[in-house]
């Protein structure tokens, strides 16, 4: 049964993934990108981790896409179509593409995979103790990190949407 | 007792006559019906409500010729839906054009499935309940976008844009208000939550900063699913019908019944997470587990009767009225409101019986 659903969510992450890059309609090519993510979501609740598979759901499904679409919708008209590149340049992407694939395999096919046994769901308890414990295996550095990264991100997007005065009001 | 034992006497019945594999799968298949058929019933008689409060508020009489009290009213506008044209623009990006409405349905009906209805009715109790709720919330803003963009209408697309802006920022409010009540019960997952009120409901166990974050979730809420005051998203003096302009026949109906069911959704979460779900009110019908049906669904349509109140009283919004109510009051309020309901939990200062 899990298998089962294993594949068919691989086989839509695989198939839409291609679309998404082959597409030449741009929000097309977004909303296949919707369905990659949607579906790794998919995978994540296969595996019973909740707290993650929702996190993918908001943050990307939710935020990144609808913040993509948004800016597909205020440059991109309808009957617009991307241009296909040159010969060159998908041959070389291509090429790229394949090492890439390459490493990732020869990782995962070499890595000894160990199947856990009496898997609990992880809570949501676990979690936010986890990330705020600073003893060991705690998270609470990269946490505080992260948090004043996000600070700084949010003064410089405040910084650009203000702009500069066109002229002195004196 | 009655609709638990339906529920066990089912699931038994199945799992003998059928290897284990497939009676899941009809077990799977048979809860994915019924949700599918009250989602459709809850839909048509949300919009039969709505027709008859609005005529009620505006000294009319309202729908009620079809039937007794008119309550065919709405299946026969829906039949009539089903027996139209569908039709489409030529110039339109027709994959994304049929694709809209199905996002709007698909999220509010995901949504459905995790509400404890009494306590042993609950499709889905996952551990992280609330949060999925907004996760799921989020998605549905997909469908209306995609919808203006790909009609390839100005108005349309003015109407998708609008809503694009309105849902991203009252989202904020949503999860920053409901974040305040998980101070207090300690954990997401629906049905714990309605564990904790059986000391009380949250908004007494709460008392000021619950009663605060009740009153912004409901404006919020009103602002999520696109109903007036907040629905320049389809402001038809300005935009025709907003995104759905260009829909016809059932498609269009998709839109109109995930706005209403939205709206259920909306309610349906203030129920469980200020005003205890199934519970009764002060314990008076514990014996009695299946009237949870009747209490939950009493509290949602009470909530359900208060946005159509809002949507009948109030003028529409201008934009920039919206979005400063969201950024400068109620996301501050809300934040100080978090700190406010952290000191009284820490202090101990909540209200138990």
């Known amino acids: 049964m899990e298998k089962i659903i294993f594949y068919i969510l691989a086989f839509i992450i695989v198939a839409f993934a291609i679309a998404s890059v082959s597409s030449r309609k741009m929000l097309r090519s977004v909303i296949y990108l919707l369905f990659v993510l949607v579906g790794i979501a998919g995978i994540y609740f296969l595996i019973d981790y909740n707290f993650l598979a929702a996190i993918q759901l908001t943050v990307y499904a939710g935020g990144i896409i609808v913040l993509i679409i948004f800016s597909v919708l205020l440059v991109h008209h309808i009957e617009m179509e991307l241009e296909i590149a040159k010969p060159i340049k998908q041959i070389v992407t291509a090429l790229l593409c394949l090492i890439g694939l390459g490493v990732f395999l020869y990782t995962i096919y070499n890595h000894p995979f160990q199947p856990v046994e009496n898997y609990t769901t992880t809570t949501v308890n676990e979690i936010g103790k986890g990330l705020l414990s600073y003893e060991k295996g705690g998270f609470v550095l990269p946490f505080e990190v992260i948090s004043v990264l996000l600070l700084a991100a949010m003064v410089g997007a405040i910084v650009i949407a203000k702009g500069t005065k066109l002229f002195d009001k004196k | ?353």
Not at chain 2, 237 to 245: C, K, P, R, V
């Open chain 2, 1 to 353: 007792m009655k609709i638990v034992s339906i529920t066990k006497t089912v699931h038994d019945w199945l799992f003998s006559i059928m290897p284990e594999g497939a009676a899941s799968i009809v077990e799977m298949v048979l809860i994915a019906v019924a949700y599918l058929a009250f989602f459709a019933v809850a839909g048509l008689y949300l919009v039969l409500l709505e027709r008859r409060v609005a005529a009620w508020f505006q000294l009319r009489l309202g729908p009620n010729r079809v039937g007794p009290q008119g309550i065919f009213q709405t299946m026969a506008d829906a039949l009539k839906l089903v027996s139209k044209e569908l039709t489409g623009t030529i110039k339109a990006d027709n994959f994304l054009y049929n694709l809209a409405p199905y996002f709007v349905i698909v999220s509010s009906l995901m949504a459905l499935a995790v509400f404890p209805f009494t306590q042993e009715f609950q499709a889905f109790d996952i551990n992280i309940g609330i949060f999925f709720l907004i996760a799921i919330s989020s998605i549905g803003v997909i469908g209306i976008l995609l919808g203006g963009w790909s009609s390839n209408n100005k108005y349309a697309l003015i109407g998708a844009m609008r809503s694009g802006v309105q849902t991203i920022s009252y989202e904020l409010s949503v999860g920053l208000s409901l974040l305040t009540m998980v101070l207090l019960t300690g954990t997401l997952q629906l049905s714990e939550i309605v564990e904790v009120q059986k000391n009380g409901w949250l908004i007494v166990q709460g008392h000021i900063p619950a009663i605060i974050a009740f009153m912004i979730y409901m404006i919020a809420g009103t602002a999520e699913t696109n109903r007036a005051p907040f629905d320049l998203v389809e402001a038809e003096s300005e935009l025709g019908a907003g995104f759905h302009t260009e829909y016809s026949g059932m498609k269009f109906a998709y839109f109109f019944l995930a706005e209403f069911i939205n709206m259920f959704i909306i309610a349906a979460i203030a129920t469980t997470i200020f005003f205890g779900a199934w519970l009764s009110p002060f314990g008076i019908t514990d014996s009695i587990p299946w009237l949870g049906v009747f209490w939950f669904l009493g509290k949602t349509l009470l909530l359900v009767f208060l946005m159509m109140w809002f949507r009948w009283t109030f003028p529409r919004l201008r934009v920039d009225q919206l979005l400063t109510l969201e950024w400068k009051y109620l996301l501050p309020i809300n934040l100080v409101n978090i700190v406010i309901m952290a000191i009284l939990v820490w202090l101990n200062l909540t209200i138990k019986f």
